[in-house]
Structure formats: structure tokens, C-alpha cells
């Protein structure tokens, strides 16, 4: 393994060199208050956000390890026009909820942009100089400009971190290896309401050969960041 790879699975993470064969970027998924606290979306779904915030402290750790590397940091909320323009009405009658997208909720209205549930929890605000996308779906690439984004900053290598593994992340993930980014999930970083949903999309993410991308824990792949772009 050289010192330009994070140990992962299902074999090593080649990291590439910064500003001649590409870049790598953070893509924070989805930390807002909707999914993280109680009385947002997640919660009224009827799940626990408990094992959502306990990533909070791990993706702190990599959010400030980018920020000292001065890498790329994206961060992405999901929600919608006031208006609901980009919800589809599939969307929106989905789980056949009291309180569902649009209405209002004790996070004001349900993952509709610039409401209180649509914030990025404070623990993991962007600073001034990172990207805040909104997205309307799960993935990150629909219908928005992440794409253009990170092709404008040479962009070819992706670390996810966020919620949910099974939901916004592979989603995103599987977008962006159709698009030809080398894709690797921090597993410590990620989180699922329902573990065993968590543990089968690692097992799928790295399955034949790392069909989707690769997966490692958040110690390897800070070590091996700081050990590759530290001085660079």
C-alpha cells in the first residue's frame, strides 16, 4: 500500500495526487435537523434519531480534517421550494402522514428550504467558504449542480460521510460512480435508524469488487489524508 492510500475494503483507496491527477472532496450528506433531532422529519416518521447523532462527534473529526487540508467540503440538505414545485405528489403522499413534507411541523414546515428543520444541525455548520446544496431528491445529482460543482474544482475522488447509508448516501454514492468519481464511505461517519439497513449497504457498497466504491473506518482514512495532502 502506498502512503497514498486509505486502508479500505474491499482493497485499498488510491488517493490521487492533488492538482495533477485530480482532487478529493468531502460530501457531507443530508446532518440537518430534520433527520438528526427529534420533532423533524425523521422522527415523525416514527424512528429513533439516536443512532444519527451518535456520528456527530466522527463527522466532526472529518469535517475539521478537511478544513485544516483546505480540501473540498460539500454539504447537502434535502428539501423543497415553498411552493413544493420540485416535490413530486408521490413524494409528498408517501407514508400517509399526519404531519408529512410541506406541513407544518415543531421544526416549522417539513423539509421545505430555509425552515428551522431544514438547517444543518449546529455541530456541523458550513463555514463561510463551503458549499451548502439543497437537493429536492435523494440523490445529490438530481436536479441540482453538484456535478458542474465539482467538475469546476477538479473534482475525481469522493468521501461520504452523512445520513442515511441505505437512502441519501448510496444513493448519491451510485450516482456519482455512473458519473466516473472513485467513491469511498467513511463507515463510522454514516448512520441508518435501522442498523441492519446500515450493515447491508456497506456489504453492497463493497461487494464485486467494490461495485459502488469502497469502504474504511474514519481513523484510516484521516491517517491516510493527512499523510498525503499535509504538506502539500
Known amino acids: ?8 475494503e474491499p482493497y485499498p483507496y488510491e488517493l490521487p495526487m492533488l492538482g495533477e491527477s485530480g482532487n478529493v472532496a468531502l460530501i457531507m450528506i443530508d446532518m440537518q435537523r430534520d433527520f ?15 443512532p444519527l447523532r451518535a456520528i456527530v462527534p466522527a ?5 475539521a480534517t478537511f478544513r485544516a487540508l483546505k480540501l473540498p467540503i460539500i454539504h447537502t440538505q434535502e428539501g ?13 403522499r408517501r ?4 404531519i408529512g413534507i410541506g406541513d407544518n411541523g415543531p421544526m416549522g414546515r417539513v423539509l421545505v428550504q430555509d425552515e428551522r428543520g431544514h438547517d444543518i444541525i449546529p455541530e456541523l455548520a458550513p463555514l463561510a467558504n463551503e458549499v451548502k446544496l439543497n437537493k ?26 452523512g445520513v442515511t447509508t441505505e437512502v441519501c448516501v448510496q444513493t448519491t454514492m451510485r450516482e456519482a460512480n455512473d458519473r466516473g468519481y472513485e467513491c469511498l464511505l467513511v ?8 442498523p441492519e439497513f446500515k450493515a447491508a449497504t456497506l456489504a453492497m457498497i463493497k461487494a464485486q469488487g467494490g461495485i ?5 473506518g474514519l481513523a484510516a482514512t484521516e491517517m491516510a489524508l493527512k499523510g498525503a495532502y499535509e504538506h502539500a
Open 136 to 161: 429536492p431528491g435523494k440523490g445529490a445529482f438530481y436536479a441540482t449542480s453538484l456535478d458542474a460543482l465539482l467538475g469546476q474544482r477538479g473534482v475525481t475522488h469522493l468521501i461520504f460521510a
Open 95 to 98: 407514508g400517509n402522514l399526519q
Open 36 to 50: 438528526i433531532e427529534p420533532g423533524g422529519f425523521g422522527s415523525l416518521l416514527g424512528n429513533d434519531v439516536a
Open 187 to 194: 463507515e463510522d461517519a454514516t448512520a441508518s435508524y435501522f
Open 212 to 216: 459502488v466504491g469502497w469502504v474504511a
Open 59 to 63: 463527522c466532526q473529526s472529518l469535517l
Open 80 to 92: 423543497h421550494r415553498p411552493d413544493l414545485g420540485d416535490c413530486p405528489p408521490a413524494k409528498k
Open 1 to 8: 500500500m502506498s502512503a497514498y492510500s486509505i486502508a479500505a
